[in-house]
């Protein structure tokens, strides 16, 4: 007969409510909304099709003209291709503080609102693939 195990399971602590909502309303302070309404590049940026080029020397060289193609499509198209430019450009804008993991395809179609078990709003992944 297997033994139980007698190793207890260790519980992060978590913030309460509210200390979450201190904490958001100093990130705000420290890095408001205001703050992502202008982007200015920096004059160092690096050239966007440089990014595309590089992630290109990864990929199965048969189908990079294909996702070339694709991407030339529409600036949606565009755009769901280069999420690499989109992390070189955010990487020198204002920031909460907050560590955030994303999923690779991370557009606003791919995340949603939904209710947690105690009935609060939450923002979530909607798309694994």
């Known amino acids: ?17 509210e200390e979450r909502t201190a904490l958001g309303k100093a990130a705000r302070r420290d890095s408001p909304r205001s703050g992502h309404a202008v982007y200015e590049p920096s ?55 907050f560590t955030a993991q994303l999923c690779g395809d991370a557009h606003l179609l791919n995340f949603r609102l939904l209710a947690s078990p105690e009935r609060q709003l939450m923002f979530d992944i909607n798309d694994f693939d």
């Open 1 to 17: 007969m297997p033994q139980k195990s007698t190793t207890a399971l260790r519980v992060a602590p978590h913030a309460t409510p």
């Open 43 to 97: 004059p160092d940026r690096p050239n966007p099709l440089t990014i595309l080029e590089a992630q290109s020397a990864t990929r199965v060289p048969e189908l990079v003209p294909i996702r070339y193609g694709r991407m030339t499509e529409s600036p949606f198209r565009f755009y769901r291709g280069a999420a690499a430019i989109m992390a070189s450009d955010l990487a020198g804008t204002p920031r909460s503080g």
